[in-house]
């Protein structure tokens, strides 16, 4: 394997133990524009697992039989994951703000849609109108993120209050899904977010900067096409296999379409004047191995809270109500975790933390393999929440770490980035490992095999990603 070839990056010199890097005060309004932007993340995290727990009364409200209900999920993961890099540089180019602003107004009014659904079709139709929202909120709240807070502590700081958020919004969702199903109704789950939207959208359009670049280029239309096909059907493909498996014809020709398109993609922009994606921005070490660990941290954690879940609740018999207790267990040190992720990369480096938090997450993993087939509850409860403290501590400092040195006229791309690795490895985890632990005989055996090979996995990635990043002499 040859090395990337990369431009010159900003070099990281982490504070020493004796001396750590002092974090400036946020001021008032510096903490409302956070607020306002790490809300808004949470409300698109909360949204990925809200609805999970919910389905089957939904299903039985709206008539939507089990093979259609697939599409509950897969409605919103398309275009929130198909539309990211787009959505990036339109805001790049246009206005940031514009951009965030409008994907809050189209969130909240798809929410309403969904919470008032009268039949299936109304009902997919505000899902997937959810997930367009959702694709321009992400990666344009994360730029404005990055270009309101200057790279240091202050960025830090913040994308380690973004990356809790993001990862409590998803945890609390199956807790909360559960809860207000049982009580209020499905309904109330996509009221959730309505909400929400009504709280963050009238404080926004005053306290956020807007940001674009400087000089407007020509949109890369050939590759805003090919990207965007490309992961609309490599996302179809993944998102169906999860239900069905690989063997549809669907899901083998979309997945083929998808690999085509995105090697269409590269070779569109290795030739255009203004691409969409700079393949130079590609070579950076920063960003190519940032977003390596970034997206085997989510695809691995997503399959052992898949997994987990299935083996609490299928083998060891638990409540959904104590999964969820489990998995509450999980949220609450995730957030410590991220109030201590900041700390650790001002010691450490954002480098050096992420091979860290990659190696913790591999580690307790790998101590999932103790459970039992009749008991083992609470080496789950302890474990899955020491690899989610490496695991948050893996987000945040990829983030630190893939957005580091870039100019902030290229912010909304390399956010864009980010976001998509996100969205595309919380997708991809559960079709590609999750899948061995229900399609063999044996449940709980499966779920070993997936625990062992998602371990080996991570791991490895940590080993990897700690020799792309090694500095030259």
């Not at 929410?111 to 321009?136: D, E, K, V, Y």
């Not at 201590?340 to 307790?364: N, Y």
Request: positive net charge.
């Amino acid at each position: 394997m040859t090395a990337l070839s990369s431009p010159p990056e900003t070099p990281e010199v982490p504070a020493t133990a004796e001396a750590p890097v002092p974090v400036p005060a946020l001021t008032g309004r510096s903490r409302l524009i956070l607020f306002v932007l790490c809300a808004a993340q949470f409300m698109v995290a909360l949204d990925f697992s809200v609805l999970n727990v919910a389905l089957p009364a939904l299903g039985a409200d709206l008539g939507l039989d089990h093979t259609a209900l697939q599409w509950a999920v897969t409605a919103f993961a398309l275009p929130s994951g198909g539309f990211l890099l787009i959505s990036g540089r339109l805001g790049d180019l246009y206005g940031r703000k514009k951009l965030f602003l409008t994907g809050l107004a189209v969130f909240g009014a798809a929410s309403l849609l969904a919470t008032f659904a009268w039949n299936p079709a109304s009902f997919l139709t505000g899902r997937a109108l959810q997930g367009l929202g959702a694709a321009a909120i992400v990666p344009t709240g994360m730029s404005l993120l990055t270009t309101t807070f200057p790279e240091g502590p202050q960025r830090d700081r913040a994308l380690g209050i973004s990356g809790t958020l993001l990862s409590l919004g998803f945890t609390s969702g199956m807790v909360l899904g559960g809860v207000m199903t049982d009580t209020l109704g499905w309904r109330s789950t996509m009221g959730l977010l309505a909400l929400f939207t009504v709280i963050v959208l009238p404080l926004a359009p005053g306290l956020l900067p807007e940001s674009r670049t400087p000089e407007r280029p020509r949109l890369d239309v050939p590759g805003a096409v090919t990207v965007t096909g490309g992961l609309l059907a490599l996302i179809y493909a993944l998102s169906t296999a999860a239900e069905r498996g690989f063997g549809g014809t669907d899901v083998l020709v979309t997945l083929v379409a998808g690999v085509v398109l995105l090697g269409a993609f590269v070779l569109v922009e290795s030739r255009h004047a203004a691409p969409l994606v700079s393949l130079t921005m590609l070579r950076r070490r920063t960003v190519a191995f940032g977003n390596l660990g970034g997206l085997v941290t989510f695809s691995m954690m997503s399959t052992v809270v898949f997994v987990l879940t299935l083996y609490l609740q299928e083998t060891l018999g638990l409540s959904s109500f104590a999964t969820g207790l489990v998995f509450g267990v999980q949220g609450v040190l995730s957030v410590l975790a991220g109030t201590l992720a900041p700390r650790l990369i001002g010691r450490l480096g954002a480098r050096r933390t992420l091979v860290v938090g990659l190696a913790g997450q591999g580690l307790f993993t790998a101590a999932l393999l103790g459970i039992g087939s009749s008991s083992g509850a609470v080496l789950a409860a302890v474990a899955v929440s020491a690899a989610s403290m490496c695991h948050l501590a893996a987000i945040i400092s990829y983030g630190v770490t893939a957005t580091s040195g870039v100019p902030d006229g290229e912010q909304g791309l390399v956010t864009g980035l980010v976001t998509t690795t996100q969205q595309v490895g919380i997708t991809v985890g559960i079709p590609l490992l999750g899948v061995l632990a229900t399609t063999g005989p044996d449940l709980y055996g499966g779920v070993r095999t997936v625990l062992a090979l998602d371990a080996g996995l991570v791991l490895a990635t940590a080993a990897l990603v700690a020799l792309g990043l090694r500095r030259r002499a």
